[in-house]
């Protein structure tokens, strides 16, 4: 028998927006998925052609490349950070929406002009969009990585400014920073490994068409 398709999902805040979309698809994962106590991390669903893994965010792009899951949903965000050639995003799922933004101290944006940086510290989870971001107006970026809490960076001295998401802006506000520009519009992207579309593809491409109806 075929091995089941893997389709890795991330573990947090996506997943309950995209719960609604596996239904819809036809996909529905074992009891365990939603079993807080479970430490399982690969779980059978009612398809026996396909299982789930949950993994961390930016690790969906990091599986889903490599080939070893076949596909995953994931942010344009972490798409645009790693850039990987073997991913193919063929469906804008229309969930997670939030925007990447550079932010900065109110003091500081008070009395800033963005036209007159030729080098920026800025800290945050997004280095390669960040230094791209300010490359392409010739600002030189110097990128503190962190993996959370950017927003803690400014007010303790690690770095003025932030490249982080922006949703409702609660967190900027709630941390004194205001949003300066914004790099990005994100919303999650079905992705599917390159090789995996072109030897399963009777499977794949019929759960591709699945996914594109119900994110319509
Ligand atoms: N405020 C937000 N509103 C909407 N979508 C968001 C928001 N923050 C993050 N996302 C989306 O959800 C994805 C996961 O977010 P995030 O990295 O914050 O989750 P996490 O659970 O903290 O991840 P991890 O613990 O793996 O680092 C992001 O890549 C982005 O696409
Ligand atoms: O504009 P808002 O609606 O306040 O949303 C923005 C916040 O959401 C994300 O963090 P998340 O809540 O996922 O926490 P974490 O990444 O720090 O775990 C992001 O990193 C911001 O901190």
């Not at 503190?144 to 960076?153: C, Y």
């Not at 932030?162 to 300066?180: A, H, K, P, Y």
């Given at each position: 028998?075929?091995?089941?398709l893997?389709l890795a999902v991330?573990?947090?805040r996506i997943?309950e927006?995209?719960?609604?979309?596996l239904a819809?698809?036809g996909?529905v994962?074992?009891a365990?998925f939603s079993?807080?106590?479970?430490r399982a991390?690969?779980?059978a669903?009612n398809?026996?052609?396909?299982?789930?893994?949950r993994?961390?965010?930016?690790?969906?792009a990091?599986?889903?490349?490599?080939?070893?899951?076949h596909l995953g949903?994931?942010?344009?965000?972490?798409?645009?950070?790693?850039d990987?050639?073997?991913l193919?995003?063929?469906v804008?799922?229309?969930i997670?929406?939030c925007r990447?933004s550079?932010?900065e101290?109110?003091a500081?944006?008070e009395?800033?002009?963005p036209?007159g940086?030729s080098?920026?510290?800025v800290?945050t989870?997004?280095?390669?969009?960040?230094?791209?971001?300010?490359e392409a107006?010739?600002?030189?970026a110097?990128?503190?990585?962190l993996n959370?809490?950017?927003?803690?960076?400014?007010v303790?001295?690690?770095a003025p400014r932030i490249?982080?998401?922006?949703?409702?802006?609660r967190?900027l506000?709630?941390?004194?920073?205001v949003?300066?520009e914004v790099?990005a519009?994100v919303t999650?992207?079905?992705?599917v490994?390159?090789?995996?579309?072109?030897?399963?593809?009777?499977e794949?491409?019929?759960?591709?068409?699945?996914?594109?109806?119900?994110?319509?």
């Amino acid at each position: 028998m075929t091995e089941p398709l893997i389709l890795a999902v991330p573990k947090g805040r996506i997943l309950e927006e995209a719960l609604p979309l596996l239904a819809a698809v036809g996909i529905v994962p074992e009891a365990a998925f939603s079993d807080k106590n479970s430490r399982a991390l690969r779980f059978a669903t009612n398809n026996p052609a396909i299982d789930l893994i949950r993994v961390r965010a930016f690790d969906v792009a990091t599986f889903v490349a490599h080939g070893a899951a076949h596909l995953g949903i994931v942010g344009s965000d972490v798409l645009a950070e790693f850039d990987y050639s073997e991913l193919y995003a063929p469906v804008d799922l229309g969930i997670g929406h939030c925007r990447i933004s550079v932010a900065e101290p109110v003091a500081l944006a008070e009395q800033d002009d963005p036209r007159g940086w030729s080098h920026v510290r800025v800290a945050t989870k997004y280095p390669h969009i960040t230094r791209a971001h300010f490359e392409a107006r010739g600002v030189q970026a110097e990128c503190v990585k962190l993996n959370g809490a950017m927003e803690l960076a400014p007010v303790l001295g690690l770095a003025p400014r932030i490249v982080d998401l922006v949703s409702s802006g609660r967190t900027l506000q709630e941390n004194g920073l205001v949003e300066v520009e914004v790099i990005a519009q994100v919303t999650s992207r079905l992705i599917v490994n390159r090789a995996a579309f072109k030897t399963r593809a009777s499977e794949v491409v019929p759960l591709v068409d699945g996914f594109r109806k119900a994110a319509a």
